[in-house]
């Protein structure tokens, strides 16, 4: 059944980017071209679901809509991406939310939050939710629009040359963590955030400037070469519970599109979330076998630490919600889902997806 209601949702999108080539193609139109730069390097995989939504946009369009990806740093640092799409240097951009928190702590909701929403969480929320609607009112103020376009499942964890096998553990050790309520609960529990792009994670790592760190899922962590620099390897990722990467598009870029092409991009975003997302995710079974052939050492946290580590995170929301209405808006959100799925997710338990939180915090 899951292979055929796949099956059924790529043809479905693939028809409807087909209608719209072959309603547009009557007239040749001139080539719109963009430049989208992207928050990844060559080296880490991410890059792929970029270059999935830029292959189906240029195909599907049959270049009347012609983009040019550029990776990180050919035209601006990860960290300066939404600055230079909000300015119009580029009209795109391959972005993940949790990096621009310091400009809106709303911005974490949309990217990530420990303990909280899952992949398949998100992806309900994001599609029939509403949570498309409320990132977007997150976004245009920036002068952007936005859509979702992968999401990815828990993260492995923390690597690292140092065994954690409790909370105890991360008392005084410098770690490599996204996210700024990440950084505020690895702060509570004794650790030190220390902020790296993606590309920087290795090197730090080999050198000992940090004492351990975490970037994504097994598929991502293996190529970039972290089995070579550590030892140990704490999981569940409760730092990342499930992760949304996205497009970002200038306000004013979008609006010169025709209304054909508007909904071809749509579409693209819609097919790589679906294409991307398997890809990822997929990719976790042969790369987790090879970190343990490698003889990586794997440790988990206790059911005890995971409540504490909640207990914080919700601490932590809570706070965040009195200070930003946006923030609480888009918080809300996300416990009312949490909160009308639980019945479901119980019934249809162990057969269902995710987990079920037993006290969510009361945002009002």
Not at 321 to 338: E, G, M, R, T, W
Request: glycine share 10%.
């Amino acid at each position: 059944m899951r292979r055929s209601f796949i099956k059924e949702t790529a043809l479905g999108i693939a028809t409807s980017l087909f209608l719209i080539v072959a309603i547009s193609g009557g007239v040749r139109a001139e080539t719109i071209h963009w430049k989208m730069a992207s928050c990844w390097p060559p080296s880490i995989p991410l890059i792929e679901s970029d270059k999935k939504f830029v292959k189906f946009v240029n195909e599907a369009s049959g270049e009347r809509l012609k983009i040019k990806l550029f990776t990180a740093g050919q035209i601006c640092p990860p960290f300066e991406l939404l600055d230079n799409v909000s300015s119009g240097v580029v009209q795109v951009g391959g972005d993940w939310a949790g990096y621009w928190a310091g400009k809106d702590t709303a911005f974490s909701l949309i990217g990530s939050f420990p303990m909280l929403m899952g992949a398949v969480d998100y992806q309900l929320w994001l599609y029939e939710g509403g949570g498309i609607e409320l990132c977007n009112e997150v976004y245009n103020k920036f002068g952007v629009r936005w859509l979702p376009h992968s999401v990815l499942f828990s993260e492995s964890g923390i690597r690292s040359n140092k065994p954690i096998e409790s909370l105890n553990d991360y008392k005084g050790m410098k770690i490599r963590l996204s996210g700024r309520p990440q950084g505020e609960v690895l702060k509570r529990i004794g650790g030190t955030q220390v902020m790296l792009s993606g590309g920087e994670i290795y090197q730090a790592l080999e050198k000992g400037t940090i004492d351990g760190g975490e970037f994504s899922g097994p598929s991502l962590d293996w190529p970039m070469g972290f089995a070579e620099v550590t030892k140990y390897w704490c999981s569940p990722g409760w730092h990342q519970p499930g992760s949304v990467l996205s497009i970002v598009i200038n306000q004013k870029a979008w609006e010169k599109l025709p209304d054909d092409l508007k909904k071809l991009v749509e579409c693209a975003a819609m097919a790589t979330f679906n294409t991307g997302t398997a890809w990822l995710e997929y990719g976790n079974i042969n790369a987790t076998k090879k970190f343990i052939e490698k003889g990586v050492k794997l440790s988990r946290l206790n059911d005890e630490d995971l409540a504490k580590i909640q207990e914080i995170s919700f601490e932590v929301l809570v706070n965040e919600s009195k200070k930003n209405p946006l923030f609480a808006k888009i918080a809300k959100s996300q416990i009312k889902f949490l909160n009308d799925m639980a019945h479901w997710r119980e019934i249809s338990a162990p057969f269902s997806h995710g987990r079920n939180v037993r006290k969510l915090p009361n945002i009002d």
